[in-house]
């Protein structure tokens, strides 16, 4: 006899007939976001390795002319700089004749001076965002005077301690001139190749006291990456001011052990999760746009995923949980900071799972057929999720308001239904012993009855350990572990931050990661948009213009969070809030399920207006005391 056997197609056709049409769309709706995000976060095009420049050092670049090509254009990529936030740092830029490379003359005024501000110039006279960004440190041919061909010799001194990732020299014809900057490479460039070992003598020698990473003080890293340079001032080419003091804390780390001279700045708004999901972007993709801000492009997706799922278990309807994550993949947050290397979409992705595992326990609480698999997906996932959330922010510590709140009504929902379950059991046993006449029939009844209150109560108690076992492994003792785990790369740097003498430390890991968590609450980020960025209590009602990229500035930068607020969103959801505000009370004041605004959707509009009111605290909590 034949066997019928089930063709692909119909086992896909099968497969997908499981899905509503809006859960099919919110699947599309995921996958688009997440390609157009990957294919508009910037480019791929990383600036190589960066070279440790110590203050007053100085660095000699030979120039191989092409075709006679004169020097036209000077680019300068520059990384962290241990200076004060705000501060200028002014570079020398020196030439010299190749016709004596044993003793050449340098030029005490030409090619000039340059000024970086780091991260901004609080004064103005220097260049904004010049962290990680290429800069274009001289245009010669704009005013007649590009650099002849005779002088080969460029010599750079730097002012104060920095990274620097690139030194990039462009002919009149817009093509990159072959710097070198060791003797040695000259071989096969000039004959006398070797005369010009004492002018390279400090490049070569530079890191002869360096302890560790000796490899930042090759001065090959300032030309190991010529032909990526992009000068624009788009979003796409340039970091933000923002993401700067992220790439400041992935330098960092990268040092490791390594102590520089003068101000250490590090990024400590935001927790060591913050840091290390970016940094493992830039790992696998360079020091790029790309590298930077894929990671969190993947946790904005992903938060609109679970946006879906969460608007779907609170209105039980797809189309509701698709508009749920339409909002959230068409909103501000995921179109602009989303779309950053910035801690705002993992911060958000895993609060909101943290907070729709949570809300699973307070509608159902847990299966009392299979309780560990149950509370293993909802109350350890959420602890676990909270716990995540908190090393990415520990500013996120009010989000466990709500949580315990939600976990606390599911705790004394399963009690309710518990009582009930032993009184249906006594009731049942009343019922039978009314009508019964012999005592042994009703002894059995009642013997019975206490061995199903007494199988009902181990469930309970069994029930009860599993849950708060799992509560307190999640939201206390993983807490706890992540936060001191993965602020372990980031130990020479608290070390930096928070010792008084960081070459003879005194404090514990416990005492740094505690203080590391405590500078969380303060804002020290400062941008040349911090004011702008400052928003109020209720700026959790504030929708933002998703579309919006660049700020009013003439030079184009993108100020990350300062975006224009969508009017007509905020209105909405200032609206939305106070009907079903409204709604609320008067279905309590006018008597509840028995009065007139009671009807068969209101536990569900309750329990919307629930969750929502307990997302709110957090939120407004958190822009309350951050600061």
């Known amino acids: 006899m034949a066997t019928y056997k089930e063709s692909k197609r119909e086992r896909i056709g099968a497969f ?22 990957l294919s508009t976060i910037g480019t791929a095009q990383s600036t190589g390795k960066a070279y440790y420049a110590a203050k007053d050092s100085e660095v000699v670049f030979y120039l191989n002319y092409q075709n006679s090509k004169k020097l036209d254009k000077v680019y300068l990529n520059v990384g962290t700089m241990y200076t004060e936030i705000g501060s200028n740092s002014q570079l020398t830029f020196r030439r010299a004749s190749a016709s004596d490379p044993s003793n050449p003359t340098w030029s005490q005024t030409y090619l000039g001076t340059c000024k970086l501000g780091n991260i901004y110039s609080a004064d103005g006279t220097g260049a904004d965002s010049a962290n990680y960004n290429w800069v274009e440190v001289f245009d010669l041919g704009k005013d007649g005077n590009k650099l002849s061909t005779t002088y080969k010799l460029i010599k750079i001194t730097f002012p104060a301690d920095m990274l620097v990732n690139e030194v990039v020299f462009m002919d009149e014809a817009g093509k990159v001139i072959p710097a070198y900057v060791t003797h040695g ?7 006398n190749w070797q005369s010009f070992r004492k002018v390279f003598y400090n490049n070569e020698h530079y890191g002869d006291g360096m302890d560790t990473h000796k490899e930042y003080a090759d001065p090959a890293r300032l030309v190991d990456a010529q032909q990526t340079i992009n000068p624009g001032k788009t979003v796409y080419s340039s970091f933000t001011q923002d993401e700067m003091y992220t790439l400041m804390q992935i330098d960092h780390i990268l040092l490791g052990n390594f102590n520089p001279v003068g101000v250490y700045n590090a990024n400590t708004d935001v927790g060591p999760l913050s840091v290390l999901l970016p940094m493992l972007g830039v790992l696998i993709f360079g020091k790029s746009a790309f590298g930077l801000r894929v990671i969190p492009v993947l946790f904005s997706a992903a938060l609109v995923a679970v946006a879906y799922f969460l608007g779907k278990r609170l209105f039980k309807n797809d189309g509701f949980g698709f508009m749920t994550a339409a909002l959230i993949a068409f909103g501000g947050l995921a179109l602009t900071v989303g779309r950053l290397g910035l801690s705002y979409p993992i911060v958000a992705f895993f609060a909101l799972a943290s907070f729709y595992a949570m809300y699973k326990f307070f509608e159902k609480g847990i299966d009392g057929v299979q309780p560990v698999k149950s509370a293993l997906g909802s109350v350890l996932l959420s602890g676990l999720f909270f716990a995540l959330a908190f090393v990415a922010d520990p500013k996120i510590i009010w989000l466990a308001l709500p949580l315990i709140a939600m976990f606390v009504c599911g705790a004394v929902r399963r009690t309710r239904v518990y009582n009930a379950e032993l009184r249906a059991i006594q009731k049942e046993m009343s019922d039978k012993n009314a009508l019964e006449k012999s005592e042994d029939v009703m002894l059995a009844n009642i013997e019975e009855c206490e061995h199903k209150e007494k199988v009902v109560r181990a469930g309970f108690v069994y029930e009860s350990k599993i849950i708060y076992l799992f509560f307190a492994l999640s939201f206390i003792v993983a807490t706890a572990l992540f936060s001191v785990l993965l602020a372990l790369p980031f130990n020479y740097s608290y070390i930096k931050l928070y010792e008084a003498n960081p070459s003879s430390p005194t404090l514990g890991i416990f005492n740094l990661v505690g203080k590391a968590i405590g500078d969380a609450f303060h804002i020290d980020n400062v941008t040349k948009f911090t004011a702008g960025n400052a928003s109020s209590v209720f700026g959790w009602l504030i929708a933002l213009k998703g579309a919006t990229l660049f700020s009013a500035s003439t030079d184009a930068v993108y100020s990350a969070m300062n975006v224009q607020a969508n009017i007509a ?5 200032l609206i939305a809030l106070i009907f079903m505000a409204s709604y609320t009370v008067l279905y309590f004041v006018t008597g509840g399920k028995n009065g007139a605004y009671a009807s068969e959707h209101a536990p569900q509009v309750l329990s919307v207006f629930a969750v929502l009111l307990l997302g709110m605290v957090p939120s407004l909590f958190s822009y309350a005391f951050a600061g």
């Open 185 to 191: 490479s000259l071989e096969g460039v000039v004959s």
């Open 16 to 37: 997908l007939a499981k899905y509503s049409a809006f859960a099919k769309a919110a699947f599309v709706l995921v996958l688009v976001f997440l390609v157009l995000g």
């Open 569 to 573: 969103m905020t209105f909405t959801a």
